[in-house]
Structure formats: C-alpha cells, structure tokens
C-alpha cells in the first residue's frame, strides 16, 4: 500500500506526480501533481492508491476526499493536459512529460522534490526522483494519479454528447473491440490521436460526422 516515507525524507515540499491517458487512441494525456502539507489523515490515506487498482466509486470517492483536504489547506495540486494534436505533433512519452510540467506549474510554488511514477524523468524546474510503480507506493503520487484519472474520465464524459458514435463515456478513449470498430466505420475524430496506428489507418471522417464539434 501507498505510504509516506519517501516524502518524509525529503523534509521539504515534495510533489508526486502521475499521468493518466497513455495508452488510449484519444483524447488528452493528464497530468497531476500533489504536495502534502505533512503525513496525511490516516482517514484519507486509507482511500488512496494507484488509480488503476481502484473501480470507479472507490476513486470518486478518493477525488473527493482530496479535493476537501486541498480545502481543508492539508494539500496543494495541479493538474495539467497535453491535447491530442499536441500528442500527434511531439509523440505521446513528450506530451505526457508536457502535462507533468504544466502540472507542477500550476503549484502555488515549485516543490523542492517531485517524485515521477515510472523510468523516464520529465525536464521540470525543480529536481526529480523516479519512482517505478510510484502510484502503489507513494501517498502522493497515489493522489496525483487518481486527480488525473477522475479529470480525465470526466473530460471525455464530455466529449460524448458530441461524438456519440465512438463511445468516449464507456471506454474513455482507450482501444477497445467497440473504439477500433466505431473508428474503421466513422473514421479519425479530431480527439484521436495521430501517430498512433489504429487512428493513422482509419478511413477519413464520414462528412455527417465531421459537422459534430
């Protein structure tokens, strides 16, 4: 389970910071980033891992629990986004660090740490410690993960009304039997992401979609 040790060793203000979106054939990639005043109430703490390994009612359920302690003065956040063009014009792993960036940025003031989930540090203005499988071990980036995953799902809930045919409020973007097929059919959104294979091999967009914006 997620713990505090790592942020405790620092002394300092120490951000954890994950992405959310990677992997889907649309949408943005999203960033968070969260800096915990001290340990957090074992109340929270309780509710908090890697967002993947939570359903949806245990992560709304974190979200706002997080979103009452940023109120509470318990945590500072940012959250940051790299649109699907942008993913199509620099490759996903730039994006991703884009997002990490413009996540930090949106802090009231630079950490003296972030801790990234993953291998690959983002180039951010404040020093980096790599964290593999970060979201399951750190409190903080547990946090950051489940504030871009909630902002994210919620963004392509949004996204659905309009582009109904794909089914971005089930899947989230992500390359699903039902996404690959909507896509061969209707053809590329312009949420989908060039560069990735399944959008680059789509037929263009049927001109009654194109007109849904």
């Known amino acids: 389970m997620p713990h505090f040790e ?16 990677r992997g889907p054939l649309a949408g943005p990639v999203m960033a968070g980033a969260v800096v915990f005043a001290g340990p957090p ?3 929270l703490a309780r509710l908090l891992d890697d967002s993947k390994r939570l359903n ?13 302690a940023a109120a509470e003065g318990l945590l500072e956040y940012g959250i940051g986004a790299a649109s699907a063009a942008e993913i199509g014009q620099i490759n996903i792993l730039r994006a991703t660090h884009l997002a990490m960036a413009r996540a930090i940025a949106r802090l009231p003031s630079l ?3 972030a801790l990234i989930d993953g291998n690959r540090p983002p180039p951010l203005p404040c020093p980096t410690q790599c964290l593999v499988g970060g ?7 547990a946090a950051a993960s489940i504030l871009a995953k909630v902002v994210r799902d919620r963004a392509m809930a949004r996204l659905h009304p309009r582009w109904p045919a794909y089914g971005f409020a089930q899947h989230a973007g992500y390359p699903t ?21 399944p959008v680059d091999r789509a ?11």
């Open 177 to 197: 039997a039902m996404h690959r097929a909507a896509l061969a059919e209707h053809g590329a959104s312009p949420h989908h992401r060039r560069g990735f294979g």
């Open 41 to 43: 109430p074992a109340a």
């Open 111 to 113: 950490p003296a740490l």
């Open 56 to 68: 949806v009612a245990a992560r709304q359920a974190a979200f706002a629990a997080l979103l009452q």
């Open 6 to 21: 790592y942020e405790s060793q620092v002394g300092g203000r120490v951000a954890g910071v994950d992405e959310a979106g």
């Open 203 to 213: 037929p263009a967009l049927k001109a009654a979609d194109s007109r849904r914006r």
């Open 135 to 141: 979201d399951g071990i750190s409190l903080s980036i």
